[in-house]
């Protein structure tokens, strides 16, 4: 190989040593790769956070909802009749404001504990919840509980020859972003009250004083 080849392979090398280290120095574009691998995360947190923390709210809603749906029913006097349940949902049913109250549904039942400490239902009655006008309404439909139906009541709840009056609520929550959750999720909560003035709330009203607070056989 003759001199100049060698010089010349030697300055191609050396050209080519120069450009990695200048390749290895430059730091142009570091802080786009650096942005576009942390904004994904960033975005997960940020999201999840708004999300999750609608989600925790939500769920407080649904329990004071439970809780006002009970509360209510249990402080009648001795009976309540289709419209006054109709307020019970709706009144309970504000408690969700501002969230949508399109997928909120209730049902309130009332319980009665035998001698023997079986919880069976005495009457129930569900709804669905909505805003109608800028008002929540409750619109009422066919309960899954039917009289005389065996259920579980916490056992502290078990005293014999008692009524209770058993709330249960259901919300479907839609994400607000959709980033994080999905799809919707199902949130429940229920609630157990004592009726307030009297032994038992009749549902409907009895037609005779007679009939009030007879227990399902």
């Not at 570091?30 to 925790?56: D, K, Y």
């Not at 319980?111 to 009655?125: E, H, L, P, R």
């Not at 014999?160 to 994400?175: A, C, G």
């Amino acid at each position: 190989m003759s001199k100049s080849m060698k010089m010349i392979s030697l300055s191609s090398m050396w050209h080519v040593r120069r450009q990695i280290g200048n390749l290895v120095r430059d730091c142009r574009g570091v802080a786009a790769i650096e942005f576009a691998l942390v904004v994904p995360i960033m975005l997960v947190l940020f999201f999840g956070t708004v999300e999750v923390g609608s989600l925790v709210a939500i769920q407080r809603k649904l329990a004071l909802v439970a809780r006002g749906a009970s509360d209510l029913t249990s402080q009648s006097l001795d009976s309540v009749n289709t419209a006054a349940m109709q307020n019970v949902f709706a009144a309970s049913g504000a408690i969700m404001l501002p969230y949508s109250l399109t997928p909120l549904t209730a049902t309130v039942s009332e319980v009665f504990i035998d001698k023997n400490g079986i919880a069976k239902i005495q009457w129930s009655q569900s709804a669905t919840v909505a805003l109608v006008g800028g008002f929540p309404e409750a619109a009422l439909k066919q309960s899954p509980r039917k009289p005389k139906d065996t259920v579980t009541v916490p056992g502290g709840l078990l005293i014999p020859n008692t009524w209770l009056i058993w709330s249960e609520v259901s919300y479907d929550y839609t994400p607000i972003v959709g980033y994080v959750l999905k799809t919707k999720v199902t949130r429940k909560d229920e609630s157990y009250t004592r009726p307030r003035q009297s032994l038992c709330v009749d549902y409907p009203p009895p037609t005779q004083l007679s009939n009030s607070c007879t227990p399902v056989s």
